[in-house]
C-alpha cells in the first residue's frame, strides 16, 4: 500500500520481461521503504517496472497483471479515502503552479514519447492525489460540492466500468431505465405529477439552467430552432442580482446577449423584490424588448436566500412568462444532486413540467442513431432530447445513493434518520452553530472591512490544514463564504477553523 505523504521510490524485486513477478516476503516490511516501493498482494510483491498497459487486459494472459495492478489502485484509493476524513492530515498540500509545472519529487506533468510502465503509473496516480485537495476533508469548507459517500464512489467506479452511453436504451438499457424512475421521483419531490414532467441529467447546474432557457425561448417561439434569431423578436430574461451567472452565460450561449439579462435588486437578505420585478418587466416592454424568462433561485450561491418563489410566480403568470426554480409553480426546475445530496461529481438533472417539450426543442433524428423501426420501444431512446450526442452516465450513483438510504415511514421520500434529509439537517445545524459561535466572539464580524479575508485565505492554503472561500459583494469587501455540505464536518472543525482564521488574522 502506498503512504501518500513519501516520496516515490523505485520497486524492489527488479526482475526482466513483460511478465508479472511475484516474491514471497516479510509482510511487516511492505509499504514504503528507505530504498524504494513494494506493492502487497496477501503476502506477495509484485513488480510493475516491467509491466505496460499492453501487458493488461485484453492481452492474452493479461488478467493477472490486471487484476494485481486494479489492486494496487484500489490500495491507492482507500489510503486516500482514509487520509481524507483524518483531521490530522492536510486538506491540501499547497504549490504554486510552477512549481507543478517543473516537477516535484519525480512527478512531472509533462507527456513523454514513450510509455511509463505501470509502475510509474502507480506513482503518478498516488501524486495526483497527493498535491491534489481533498475536497472529502472535515475541514474542507471552500465548495458545496464536498463530502465523500462511499455508495456514490462505488456507483461512479461501476460507471467507468461499464462505459457507455446514453443516447439510446440499445446500448445503456438499465441506465435508461434508472434515470425515468429518479426523474418521475423528482417529479412527485417538486409537486409535479409523475406521467406529466419530463427531464434529463446534464452536465452541471449551468448546463442545466442553460436548457431551461433553450426551452422557454423555444416554447414561445418554435421558429428559432430552424430560422434562427432574426425570426424571432428581441427577447429580456430577468433574474436576481444574487443569481449564478450562469444565466448571463446561457444567455450569451443562446444568442440573445448577456446585456438582455435584466438583473433584479434584492433586499438585505439577498432575496429578489417582486415590486422590481415587476416594474422591470413593465420597462423591458416599454422599450420594445419582449420578456419571456424569470429565473428565482431556492438557495443563491453568496446568501442562501429563496426568492419569494409565490409572488414571482404570480407576476410570471401575470406577464405570461416562463418560471425557472426549484418550485412547484415552476415550468423548469434545476436540481443539483452532487451539492447537498453529496453525490459525486457530476450530477444534475434539469426537470422540465410539460412532458415532450425536451424532444420538441432538441430532436434531430440523426439517421445512424435514432432510428424509428427498432424492434423495441423507441421513446426510450432519450438521447434525441439532449443538446448532446454523447451523454455520461450520471444517474447510478445517485440511484445507488438513494436505494442506500434508509426511509422512514413518512410518506416523504427524502425523510429518514440516515436519508438525504438527515444529511441537510445536519449541515443546517453547522451553519446556525458557526452563526452563533460569531456573534459571541469579538473577534469577528459578519462582514469585516479591509482587505484581511485574501491574505488569510493564501496562508491558510499554504500551511493546508483547513479551506474556505471569500468574495467580495456589491458594496461590501472580501468576507469569508463558508460553505456546509460535508457529513464529515463537526461543531470540533467549525471550531477549529474559527480559531484558525484567527491565528492567521493575528500574524498578519
Known sequence: MFDLEESPGNIMDMTEGNSLHKSKHDTGSVGNTDDGQKYDSGGVSYDFSCIYSKDLLPAEDGEE?????????????????S???????????????HQLKEG?????????????NLEQILVDCR???????KTGHPRF?????????????????????????MFTYEISPVFVLMEEVVLRKMHTIIGWKEEDGDGIFCPGGSMSNLYSVLLARFHLFPAVKTHGMSAIPHLALFTSAHSHYSIKKAAAVLGIGSENVVLIRCDERGKMLPSELNARINEAKIKGLVPFYVNATAGTTVYGAFDPLNEIADISEHHGLWMHVDHSRAHSVTWNPHKMMCVPLQCSAILVKKKGLLQECNQLCAEYLFQPDKHY?????????????????????????????????????????????AQVNHCLENSEYLYYKLKRRTDFQLVFKGKVAP?????????????????PLEDKVNFFRCVFSNPATQREDIDFLLDEIVRLGSEL
Open 65 to 81: 497483471a490486471t487484476k494485481h495492478f486494479l489492486q494496487e489502485l484500489v490500495n491507492i484509493l482507500m489510503a486516500h479515502v
Open 83 to 97: 487520509k481524507s476524513i483524518k483531521r490530522s492530515s492536510k486538506v491540501l498540500d499547497f504549490h504554486h503552479p
Open 104 to 116: 516535484l519529487e519525480g512527478f512531472n506533468l509533462e507527456l513523454s514519447d514513450q510509455p511509463e
Open 127 to 133: 501524486d495526483t492525489l497527493k498535491y491534489g485537495v
Open 141 to 165: 469548507f471552500n465548495q458545496l460540492s464536498t463530502g465523500l459517500d462511499i455508495i456514490g464512489l462505488a456507483g461512479e467506479w461501476l460507471t467507468s466500468t461499464a462505459n457507455t452511453n
Open 377 to 421: 420501444d423507441v421513446s426510450y431512446d432519450t438521447g434525441d432530447k439532449s443538446i448532446q450526442c454523447g451523454r455520461h452516465v450520471d444517474i447510478f450513483k445517485l440511484w445507488l445513493m438513494w436505494k442506500a438510504k434508509k426511509k422512514s415511514q413518512l410518506a416523504h421520500p427524502l425523510q429518514g434518520s440516515e436519508g438525504f434529509e
Open 455 to 471: 491574505k488569510i485565505k493564501a496562508k491558510m492554503m499554504e500551511e493546508g490544514f483547513a479551506m474556505i472561500s471569500y468574495q
